[in-house]
């Protein structure tokens, strides 16, 4: 409950920070769906006798709020939601018959972070992502904590105030996870992404 009433706080305080400013040039609301990717668990030691493990597939859906600082730069934030499959994989001998399970993830994520647009159609974009793991398993790793988000993409017009949005990013999930895990998981992704925004 601390965490998720610590992730709204943050939410709260990313929305105060993005408001429009008498100053504010544009304003944005981009949605976006991953048409595919790839997806996998990590952990930074190599330890004895530890699964293995395989992605299978995520989809995510997000809603992304952006507003000008300038010409070049924009603030993003906003709200999405991600669901993985992974496949653990027993670390056991060869004699043994060990069957490969599928755990199932679901996160919110929020990110904050900026937008530099250059040549026209083009951007860039990077920052922190807040999230919240809702999967109630505990055979990973809670997912809850601070990741990181780089991307690269172009926005096209199609009609006034409207584009044709897709990007491609990598993520990595709780790299500062809200939980103590001695050997924590961590959650890769990356993928393409395709979406429409609209010019508020």
């Not at 699964?51 to 000008?68: A, C, E, I, N, Q």
């Not at 056991?92 to 900026?114: F, K, M, T």
Request: hydrophobic content about 40%.
């Amino acid at each position: 409950m601390k965490k998720l009433v610590c992730l709204v706080l943050l939410f709260q305080c990313a929305l105060s920070f993005a408001q429009p400013s008498k100053n504010a040039e544009k304003q944005k609301l981009e949605l976006t769906t991953s048409l595919f990717g790839e997806n996998d668990l990590i952990q930074f030691q190599d330890l004895v006798g530890a699964p293995s493990y395989d992605g299978v597939s995520y989809f995510s859906v997000g809603l992304t709020y952006l507003r000008s600082i300038n010409s070049l730069l924009e603030w993003q934030t906003g709200l999405e939601y991600a669901h993985h499959k992974v496949q653990i994989n027993p670390n056991v001998g060869p004699d043994v018959n060990a069957v490969s399970r599928e755990e199932q993830l679901d996160l919110v994520v929020i990110p904050i972070g900026v937008r530099l647009n250059f040549l026209k159609y083009f951007f860039l974009d990077g920052g922190a992502l807040l999230d919240l793991d809702l999967t109630s398993s505990g055979s990973v790793d809670s997912q809850s904590g601070v990741g990181i988000n780089l991307g690269v993409g172009c926005s096209v017009p199609v009609i006034p105030k409207l584009s044709f949005v897709l990007k491609a990013n990598a993520r990595a999930h709780a790299l500062v996870p809200f939980s103590s895990e001695k050997y924590h998981e961590r959650l890769l992704e990356n993928g393409v992404h395709l979406g429409l925004s609209y010019e508020l």
